[in-house]
């Protein structure tokens, strides 16, 4: 029994330690996909990818199941990205004109950083099962969290928390438009700090005049801390 559970494991180990060869394989073409869109832009191929690493291009298919399945990847390595830059701003930190505003500048700077990573992310409009789970659902869970901090801040303010998530995905779609077309339109005058101006302005704008419907007047200058006891959503 014991030489059967021997030859039994033997396969078992050797899967395991293939399984793990493919994930960091797999995890290598995806940096080097990344860097390649960083270099060259959004529509690098399969081959710029492959010679990144010195291999042949048959050995990136062996990894994936097709080339939509390694743009998922990307993108989820993209969002990964985005989100660790973007998590510690939505932190109840300063005052409350001030914490919209450094979400903004993050937000923006990332970009600006890596803008070809960013088309990547809204090029080639992936139907469902294609990736755009995975940055529709970067949207989401942005306003989940922007969504939550504004229920506390309602429920400090005495007033029902129910707008808030309606709110939070408002503004986070609101962002993405207007920052989509900014980058889109090459006539828009704009400069960032002044696109930075825009949004601040419009995202206080729009959390003022649903607390005003609600009776309450905010200052913009009110540290969160107040609103919050220092508590992340």
């Known amino acids: 029994m014991a030489e059967t559970s021997n030859r039994e494991a033997g ?49 990136v298919y062996r990894h994936f199941k097709d080339r939509a399945d390694l743009d998922e990847l990307i993108r989820r390595r993209i969002v990964d990205s985005l989100m660790a830059d973007l998590a510690p701003t939505l932190e109840p930190d300063g005052t409350v004109i001030h914490a919209i505003r450094r979400t903004v500048d993050v937000y923006l700077d990332w970009i600006r950083r890596h803008p070809r990573l ?62 989509n077309h900014w980058l889109s339109d090459r006539h828009d005058e704009l400069t960032g700090p002044q696109l930075a101006d825009l949004l601040t302005c419009s995202i206080w704008s729009v959390l003022d005049g649903n607390l005003r419907a609600l009776g309450v007047a905010l200052s913009p200058d009110r540290p969160l801390s107040e609103l919050t006891g220092g508590a992340s959503p």
């Open 118 to 179: 960013h088309a990547f992310l809204g090029a080639g409009a992936p139907a469902p099962g294609e990736g755009a789970g995975v940055v529709a659902g970067t949207k989401a869970a942005i306003a989940v969290q922007v969504g939550e901090l504004f229920a506390v801040v309602l429920k400090a303010l005495g007033r029902d928390s129910a707008l808030a998530p309606s709110i939070a995905f408002g503004i986070v779609g609101f962002v993405d438009a207007t920052v």
């Open 11 to 59: 396969p078992d180990g050797r899967a395991t330690r293939w399984n793990a060869h493919k994930a960091r394989r797999q995890s290598d073409l995806v940096d080097a996909a990344v860097a390649a869109i960083e270099e060259d832009g959004p529509g690098i191929g399969v081959k710029q990818v492959a010679d990144r690493l010195g291999l042949p291009r048959s050995v």
